[in-house]
Nanobody
């Protein structure tokens, strides 16, 4: 069983940065992982994913060039560096993991954290 705990969310102004962390219990070095977000009234949206082999995919339309996903397998931790934040980035951000599947579909992931709120507003 894998447990995921996100941290690092908060309230920032447009243009500012945040770094989210996802701490995983257990040995997740072989798991595919990802960040997703969900704004009120909207479906959960793919942000970025990183495979166990560090192959990275971004939601190009929304975040490419501003967000960077990374992982530290030795510490069982995944990160999302978010720069140049915009009001439309406001959402609850979730980390997800799966031992076999990967990709932008949230249904591919069996394990989820509780989420961390990111609010971007002036």
């Amino acid at each position: 069983q894998v447990q995921l705990v996100e941290s690092g969310g908060g309230f920032v102004q447009p243009g500012e940065s945040l770094r989210l962390s996802c701490a995983a219990s257990g040995r997740t070095w072989s798991y595919n992982m990802g960040w997703f977000r969900q704004a009120p009234g909207q479906e959960r949206e793919f942000v970025a994913t990183i495979t166990w082999g560090s192959r990275i995919t971004y939601n190009a339309d929304s975040v490419k060039g501003r967000f960077t996903i990374s992982r530290d397998n030795a510490k069982n931790t995944m990160f999302l560096q978010m720069n140049s934040l915009k009001p439309e980035d406001t959402a609850v951000y979730y980390c997800a993991a799966d031992s076999r599947r990967s990709g932008p579909d949230p249904r591919s992931y069996d394990y989820w954290g509780q989420g961390t709120q990111v609010t971007v507003s002036s």
